[in-house]
């Protein structure tokens, strides 16, 4: 018997090394790296210099960069919430729907989150171009003065992350919505409750698992956009994820760049750490 | 009383107009004689001969099949040995190997890119095809692994046993059982990562070196310096491929489901 199970366990430790040590290889030491990598001094040059420091950190912390550490956070939250107010009822309205209806919306958000997001973003910058018909259409207003700009601004940047994401979002909490018993909100509103109050205390309670895992679908991609800030965005509307490439690309300063993942790192395990925390406590009330 | 809110009608509407606008826009404007801008100046086709006649558009197309192909067979048996030991041993060892791939599923593509660069640069290995080989193989292993694992929820490990106490060895149930019951799953799961590769911007540019652009890093040179008309026409052709796409991979989980 004892035989049996130790030859059990070097099946299962055969079968697991490959994945294992390829994602050690390739996941887990690269980032330990770069966590240690931001703690090694560097000069003005980039070039790295002996033993160990925390000026890099020093330097993320000055006003300067501060800015934009608070624009990442802020911009992300705004369009992650933005993201859920228009995906709950989309996921609504497409878990009521007929089989054959769903099938096809269901197509329809999916065909975007499978297109390349380059060409998505880029896609903006044809619509919101001066020579555009909104941008006319908005000076006309005079929303915009007409030497005004649709683009390279902070909005856009917003605008974008929301049009790059929204598929993201719809996908888990309609997955959610799927599974709930639409009976419930007749219920409630049998037993009088208003529309509104079934929507509020039945629905959205039910598909809190399916609005966690959109959140956290939306939130972490939007902590490191690099490139819908570097093509629709101005000198004003960097992000983090600008600051690691220009560091790495431009400035050729691998510890800094290093430091700013590492900043980055901490940003997304904080609310990830967040929203495990509330679902362990959900799970814990539903026992 | 099948449904009574107008609102989530109209909002549904509304979003998938959003998703819509912007590809439309584009389309149109691939046919599109004007330079610049998206002022209507005529019927053209110009920029897809354009296309057509620019040989880095191939070059960079079959650097990305390369990868896109080798990442996708080689992510697959990665995936499906994850999944299938996952899911078959419940031991620690599988709970850390789990929890290590949905980590990595939740990295932010910019910091995969950034610490991959800093790893290629210390141990000294050459920028280039195989350098995004690796890179796209290490994220395209947890989407197979969670295709396969998904697929893995309702296989009858019974079945298995049935087959051990009859007498057939590993690999006559691998071959014959497991195989056929999993490969729709792992057929689904290749083709995810086969796009992810094919579509992937950020940890390319990362990990990418001289002679060995792939197209999307190419298409974001031209968007960024070259000739924005030309990104219109290849848009064009990638909306058209992943419809393709899209409409496959459905049919092939709805065949799934029955």
Not at chain 1, 218 to 229: E, M, Q
Not at chain 2, 198 to 211: C, E, M, R, W
Request: glycine share 6%; charged share 10%.
């Amino acid at each position: 018997m004892k035989s049996d199970s130790s030859k059990n366990k070097i099946t299962e430790i055969l079968i697991s090394a490959p994945t294992l040590s390829w994602l050690t290889v390739f996941f887990l030491i690269p980032t330990i790296m770069a966590i240690i990598m931001a703690l090694r001094p560097s000069n003005p040059y980039g070039d790295l210099l002996p033993g160990w420091t925390l000026e890099n950190f020093k330097t993320i912390f000055s006003p300067i960069y501060i800015s934009v550490v608070w624009r990442t956070i802020w911009v992300s939250i705004l369009s992650t919430i933005i993201c859920l107010l228009f995906s709950v009822p989309v996921g609504y309205y497409m878990a009521r729907l007929s089989e054959k209806f769903r099938k096809i919306i269901l197509f329809l958000v999916i065909v975007p989150f499978w297109t390349n997001f380059l060409i998505r973003i880029f896609a903006w910058k044809l619509i919101l171009n001066p020579d555009g018909l909104i941008h006319k259409t908005f000076v006309f207003l005079g929303i915009i003065p007409s030497g005004g700009s649709l683009i390279y601004n902070t909005g856009t940047v917003i605008l974008v992350i929301i049009y790059t994401y929204l598929p993201f979002a719809i996908l888990p909490i309609f997955a959610a919505a799927e599974r709930f018993d639409f009976k419930l909100l007749e219920a409630a509103r049998d037993l009088g409750a208003t529309r509104w109050l079934a929507f509020l205390h039945i629905f959205i309670p039910n598909i809190s698992k399916g609005l966690m895992a959109a959140a956290a679908m939306v939130l972490i991609p939007c902590l490191g956009s690099y490139v819908i800030p570097d093509l629709v965005g101005g000198t004003n509307s960097q992000m983090v994820g600008n600051l690691i490439a220009n560091q790495a690309f431009v400035a050729r300063n691998i510890p800094m760049a290093a430091a700013w993942s590492t900043l980055l790192m901490a940003m997304i395990l904080l609310p990830l750490g967040l929203i495990l925390c509330v679902k362990i406590l959900l799970d814990k009330n539903k026992d | 009383m099948k449904y009574k809110s107008r609102f989530s009608k109209y909002v549904t509407w509304l979003v998938l107009f959003f998703f819509y606008l912007p590809m439309v826009v584009m389309t149109i404007n691939s046919f599109n004689n004007s330079k610049y801008g998206i002022t209507w100046k005529g019927f053209t086709l110009q920029w897809y001969i354009d296309m057509f006649n620019n040989p880095k558009i191939l070059f960079t197309l079959m650097n990305s099949l390369i990868i896109g192909v080798t990442a996708m067979l080689v992510s697959m048996i990665l995936g499906s040995l994850a999944a299938f030991c996952i899911h078959y041993y419940r031991t620690r060892l599988q709970l850390f190997h789990n929890n290590l791939i949905l980590i990595q599923l939740g990295v932010p593509d910019i910091l995969m890119g950034m610490s991959l660069l800093l790893f290629f640069i210390s141990i000294h290995l050459k920028l280039g095809l195989l350098t995004i080989f690796f890179a796209h193989v290490t994220f395209c292993i947890s989407y197979v692994t969670m295709v396969v694992l998904a697929r893995l929820q309702n296989f009858d490990f019974s079945i298995l046993e049935a087959a051990k106490d009859l007498g057939a060895s590993w690999p006559v149930i691998i071959r014959k059982i497991i195989l056929p019951l999993l490969s729709p799953g792992i057929i689904a799961g290749g083709l995810l990562a086969f796009t992810l590769s094919i579509d992937d911007f950020v940890i390319t540019f990362f990990v990418t070196g001289p002679g060995s652009t792939t197209l999307p890093v190419y298409i974001y040179s031209m968007m960024k310096h070259g000739n924005p008309t030309v990104v219109n026409a290849i848009s064009v052709f990638i909306f058209i491929a992943t419809f393709i796409l899209v409409f496959f991979t459905q049919k092939l989980t709805d065949t799934k489901k029955k």
